[in-house]
């Protein structure tokens, strides 16, 4: 079946520095992925996604690549802030399905540092 | 309020006991989801609505479980003879289908922490 794998946490940076979370997926075609982050005290939101191969989700400064060659989603952004401070969850929706069937990571948790 | 609202926020209860949880999803919102998370791990999917009908409740882990969403808005998820491994923070979200297909983002309540003791 569907997996995603996230690195291992917990994270821990300093005020602007540079951030990766890793995420790898197993599944059959071509999924939609998804980054989600969990703030503290708040439910899960969506950070940013990509529907196909080579595509690049954005947002607040954070970005992820779809490689299929690799099956890969990565998280990056360049210079991280306090606030950025949260759990984050890499996903895929279930091919076929197209209607919010999730499959999540087991989470990162980041704590950035002034 | 505008969001996914869930309650209770919190429950414990014993062994062998019912439970309910309920979700409150955003006006307007066709789709309706329950998903489990425990400790340390990512949200599994439970059961998806559209209206009032489940359309999907492949990931109900036994008949233990059973969801309903009569008016198509707000929904119950029901647990029978809880065992302490139903022990877990449940997620409802909700989100638009438009045209048939998912915008891509489901909106997540806080979540009902059950303890079963």
């Known amino acids: 079946g569907d997996s995603v794998t996230q690195m291992e946490g917990p994270v821990t940076l300093s005020e602007e520095a540079f951030l990766t979370i890793n995420c790898t997926y197993t599944a059959t075609g071509y999924p939609s992925l998804f980054w989600y982050v969990q703030y503290p005290g708040e439910g899960l939101q969506l950070l940013l996604k990509a529907t196909k191969a080579d595509d690049k989700g954005s947002n607040k400064g954070f970005e992820a690549t779809y490689r299929k060659e690799t099956t890969s989603f990565h998280l990056e952004k360049g210079s991280v802030q306090v606030s950025d401070s949260a759990v984050y969850f890499c996903?895929?929706?279930?091919?076929?399905?197209?209607?919010?069937?999730?499959?999540f990571g087991q989470g990162t948790i980041l704590t950035v540092h002034p | 309020g505008a969001g996914v609202s869930q309650t209770p926020s919190n429950k414990v209860t014993e062994k062998g006991k019912y439970v309910e949880l309920r979700c409150d999803p955003i006006s307007g919102h066709t789709a309706l989801y329950w998903y489990r998370q425990s400790l340390g791990q990512g949200p599994e999917f439970l059961i998806y609505f559209q209206g009032t009908g489940a359309a999907d409740d492949s990931g109900l882990p036994n008949d233990r479980f059973f969801a309903v969403r009569p008016e198509g808005s707000v929904s119950t998820l029901k647990i029978q003879r809880t065992e302490r491994g139903d022990s877990a923070v449940y997620l409802c979200?909700?989100?638009?289908?438009?045209?048939?297909?998912?915008?891509?983002?489901?909106?997540f309540g806080e979540g009902s922490r059950l303890t079963v003791l």
């Open positions: 996903a895929l929706d279930a091919v076929g399905t197209s209607y919010g069937k999730l499959t």
């Open positions: 979200a909700s989100s638009l289908i438009a045209g048939g297909t998912n915008t891509g983002e489901l909106f």
